[in-house]
């Protein structure tokens, strides 16, 4: 958590550059930026005997503090599992940079509730799928594979077509097609299959496709090259050579 947080700090208008240390010993966790050796022996500090001192002195539920010393401004960040050493510029404010810190760690904060959020979706949904309906998305998922490697991230759309006209050539393929989307030169999977379309006949159509868009791969690279960017799906899928 506090390597995402650094680089999004270091992102800010006004940061030169950050260093995260252990809470316990003060030893480097991670830098991002322009790390002056002032920056490293401060932070270290506040992470080797901040905990003694503000215990000794009473202190608590402090989030920052910051110092200037000649031309250096330096904010530290004190968090649970860290603290964080930010050198900003000479002309930064430094209300502003930490105002800037707080957005960027209640966004972060956000983004990792929605992504659970997205996340638990995917997984209820998921489990509320047929076994055939499973078994239709994860060969989508290799067709679209197919498809980002073949294109090599170009006119897609061509290689698109060729799945949809493989799947319109017969009933099953008619039947699978209904609860297909082409979306932004992806084929995604929506609705409720036909109960009577049967796994073995999802297997059948959607390797009529493999099969269609790999002879247009040869055609297109050669066959020694569509035989490489074959591979290079099989090793994103996971599935042994």
Same mark, same amino acid.
């Given at each position: 958590m506090l390597e995402s947080l650094v680089r999004k700090i270091v992102s800010i208008d006004g940061v030169n550059g950050c260093i995260a240390v252990n809470q316990q =010993?003060?030893?480097?966790?991670?830098?991002?930026? +322009? %790390?002056?050796?002032?920056? *490293? =022996?401060?932070?270290?500090?506040?992470?080797?005997?901040? =905990?003694?001192? #503000?215990? /000794?002195? =009473?202190? @608590?539920?402090?989030?920052?503090?910051?110092?200037? !010393? !000649? &031309?250096?401004?330096?904010?530290?960040?004190?968090?649970? +599992?860290?603290? %964080?050493?930010?050198?900003?510029?000479? &002309? #930064?404010?430094? $209300?502003?940079? %930490?105002? &800037?810190?707080?957005?960027?760690?209640k966004s972060q904060v956000t983004e990792k509730e $929605?992504?659970? *959020?997205?996340e @638990?979706?995917?997984?209820? #949904? $998921?489990? *509320?799928? /047929? !076994?055939?309906?499973?078994?239709?998305?994860?060969k989508l998922k290799q067709i679209n594979l197919l498809i980002d490697e073949f294109s090599e991230g170009k006119e897609k759309e061509k290689w698109v077509e060729i799945v949809r006209q493989k799947f319109l050539e017969n009933v099953a393929g008619k039947a699978i097609e209904n609860v297909i989307q082409y979306e932004e030169s992806t084929v995604k999977f929506t609705g409720v299959i036909d109960p009577n379309v049967k796994e073995e006949e999802i297997a059948g159509v959607t390797k009529l496709v493999t099969d269609s868009l790999c002879r247009k791969a040869v055609e297109?690279?050669? #066959? %020694?090259?569509? @035989? @490489?960017?074959?591979? +290079?799906?099989? *090793?994103?899928?996971?599935?042994?050579?």
């Open positions: =010993d003060g030893s480097i966790m991670f830098k991002e930026g +322009n %790390i002056s050796p002032a920056l *490293e =022996d401060i932070t270290a500090f506040f992470g080797s005997g901040f =905990d003694v001192v #503000a215990s /000794s002195l =009473d202190i @608590k539920g402090l989030k920052f503090s910051y110092l200037q !010393q !000649q &031309n250096q401004k330096i904010i530290i960040i004190v968090r649970e +599992n860290g603290y %964080i050493g930010c050198e900003i510029g000479k &002309n #930064a404010s430094f $209300e502003e940079v %930490i105002e &800037n810190i707080v957005k960027s760690e $929605e992504a659970k *959020e997205e @638990k979706i995917s997984e209820t #949904a $998921e489990s *509320e799928l /047929s !076994q055939e309906e499973r078994f239709l998305r994860s297109v690279h050669g #066959a %020694i090259e569509a @035989k @490489k960017k074959v591979h +290079n799906v099989i *090793e994103k899928l996971g599935i042994g050579r």
